[in-house]
């Protein structure tokens, strides 16, 4: 029986399907990218969705259509038989989901200073209240591990590194006194699929942000 296609529907930007794409890359699983341009675009296709909750992302297997970016993740490893990538225990789980609530709240509080232009000119002012308080948590965490739960590569490694990915586009020294997160980037760039895609013009190409953005990014 073939394969069934996989289709990510997401706009032209890395965004809240990056994680998404780096798993695909990472699982070896075969998709095409649907990438909209404009909201006319996306408000046709939104209503021929097969889902009850569409929204963008999008991911089509046949003819399943999933959204929601953690329920997306949750079936390509289950889709590819990867159920490790939850964690090897349930202590590794827990934590897993610990993380991932942290990793939230981080990416929640760039993306508000992001969207916010009144806030941009004070941003080492906003790193240092917001974001460096978690990131010295997260690096204390991180002591000692070749990824953030241990030696094995979960799930929670993906949304990590894209948020630590944006923070070193916003302030390139955003990570100099946390050591442990670096050695986390470090490793997830050197598994062989992600090296690969993040070396491709796929990656290259694809911008952080719409080009409509009021935010420029230092570097």
């Known amino acids: 029986m073939a394969e069934a296609s996989i289709t990510l529907g997401y706009w032209g930007i890395q965004g809240l399907a990056e994680p998404i794409v780096k798993l695909l890359e990472y699982l070896g699983l075969k998709y095409q990218v649907k990438a909209y341009t404009s909201p006319e675009e996306w408000a046709a296709d939104k209503a021929t969705l097969n889902t009850p909750f569409p929204n963008l992302p999008y991911l089509k297997v046949g003819d399943k259509t999933l959204t929601e970016s953690e329920a997306i993740a949750y079936f390509l490893v289950f889709h590819a038989n990867r159920t490790d990538l939850f964690g090897a225990n349930n202590d590794e789980r827990v934590q897993a989901t610990a993380v991932r609530g942290v990793v939230s709240d981080v990416t929640r509080d760039f993306v508000a200073f992001i969207m916010d232009a009144s ?61 442990n997160l670096q050695n986390i980037i470090n490793n997830f760039n050197a598994i062989p699929q992600i090296n690969a895609y993040h070396a491709s013009d796929a990656f290259k190409n694809k911008p952080l942000l719409p080009p409509t953005a009021a935010y420029k990014f230092r570097d």
């Open 119 to 179: 806030k941009h000119a004070e941003q080492d002012k906003y790193f240092e209240e917001k974001i460096h308080p978690r990131l010295a948590r997260l690096n204390a965490f991180a002591a000692g591990k070749k990824h953030i739960i241990g030696d094995n590569l979960n799930l929670v490694d993906f949304a990590l590194f894209h948020a630590l990915y944006i923070l070193g586009k916003m302030d390139s020294k955003v990570l100099d006194n946390y050591p």
